[in-house]
């Protein structure tokens, strides 16, 4: 028996061996590992016990994939089958029908596993490839004033998976945020009635959809609404587009800048109704401190065109911090300012803390 196991163990190994790819080089050693792409000159193979290597294909002497691979070439469909490095430096793809086919080495601007390619290339359902956190919130104050304070948020943003070739794509973002406190004054002597109540509510939601038509141009569309009775605003809705850019991009950070023209109406309690156009400024930011801590701000600026020296402007900074792969605790701050409310606060600044679900 402990011939029996210890034999078919190295078959398995044998057979895993084999079914890898080789690369051989023109030093003579050999390379075995599952292709992983070939981009700019550069043949990456992933090995078990050294990961991705990166092999300049200038020191490549032969090399075959017997698996299925996309061959794209800038301008053409991409060519699918297995692949040979001929004699000549040229590449040769077999199709699945037989028909083989004949590529100059610099043609192809990338070759990569079919399975590979199809999964990043498959555009996402409407429902699908969604990226965020949940928030929620709540604070409870007892004594001679009694407040009640509920938060929620919900920031998202969609987009395709990152491909080895760029290609234009669209980018999702939506936003939502809600705010509801209740608190009620009550007298310093017994028998301690109510004097006084007051209750707010905040509600922003906005949508932006971005057209990215390089790695970090894009063009934008977006529509808001905003609900801040503290400001004595039943309702203000902006419409608006222009051009924003990816300044930083990375595992680490991102930070990017936009610009755009805005249509603002506006209705306030008292019956005031406002139109006018707004330039808007913005940024955003998001920097992966750790594994578990990240902080996430942005910031959009509203001068009016149309009644000079009025502005508003929107922020938030969430800093969070995760507990597990999911859970998370954070802390916030939003500010929603308008210069010119025809009652109320200039300022609705909200400070909150809380649980939420990141997806």
């Known amino acids: ?28 050693d050999r390379v075995t590992g599952d292709l992983v792409m070939i981009k700019g000159g550069t043949l990456q193979l992933k090995t078990t016990n050294l990961g991705v290597v990166s092999i300049p294909m200038a020191q490549v002497a032969t090399y075959s994939v017997e698996k299925p691979v996309a061959v794209i070439i800038k301008g053409q469909e991409p060519l699918y089958g297995t692949l040979k490095l001929l004699p000549s430096g040229e590449w040769q793809v077999k199709a699945a029908n037989g028909q083989a086919q004949t590529i100059a080495a610099a043609k192809p601007e990338l070759i990569m596993p079919q399975a590979d390619y199809e999964k990043v290339e498959q555009p996402p359902a409407v429902w699908q490839a969604w990226k965020g956190a949940a928030n929620l919130g709540y604070s409870l104050q007892n004594g001679n004033q009694q407040t009640d304070t509920l938060t929620t948020s919900i920031a998202a943003t969609r987009e395709r998976l990152e491909t080895p070739i ?8 939506f936003d939502f945020t809600t705010l509801f406190s209740h608190a009620e004054q009550k007298s310093l002597t017994p028998p301690h009635t109510i004097t006084s109540t007051v209750t707010s509510r905040t509600l922003t939601a906005d949508l932006r959809q971005d057209y990215l038509f390089s790695a970090a141009n894009f063009l934008f569309v977006f529509g808001q609404a905003n609900h801040v009775s503290t400001q ?18 990375n595992a680490r950070t991102t930070f990017s800048v936009l610009g755009g023209l805005t249509y603002v109406q506006e209705k306030f309690f008292n019956g005031l109704n406002t139109r006018t156009a707004q330039i808007l400024v913005g940024e955003a930011l998001g920097e992966q401190f750790t594994k578990r801590l ?25 800093l969070s911090f995760k507990l597990t792969t999911k859970l998370l605790v954070n802390a916030s701050v ?10 109320g606060e200039k300022n609705n600044i909200t400070f909150s803390t809380g649980i939420g679900y990141s997806f």
């Open 1 to 28: 028996m402990k011939f029996t196991v210890t034999s078919s163990l190295a078959l398995i190994c044998l057979a895993s061996i084999a079914r890898a790819d080789v690369a051989t080089l023109k030093n003579g």
């Open 166 to 173: 760029f290609e234009p794509h669209w980018r999702t973002h």
């Open 232 to 249: 004595d605003l039943y309702l203000q809705q902006t419409y608006g587009g222009g051009m924003g850019r990816d300044v930083v991009k």
């Open 294 to 318: 990240r902080l996430d701000h942005y910031l959009h600026f509203y001068p009016d065109v149309i009644h000079g020296g009025q502005y508003r402007f929107d922020t938030s900074a969430v």
């Open 334 to 343: 939003i500010d929603l300012y308008l210069s010119n409310p025809p009652t």
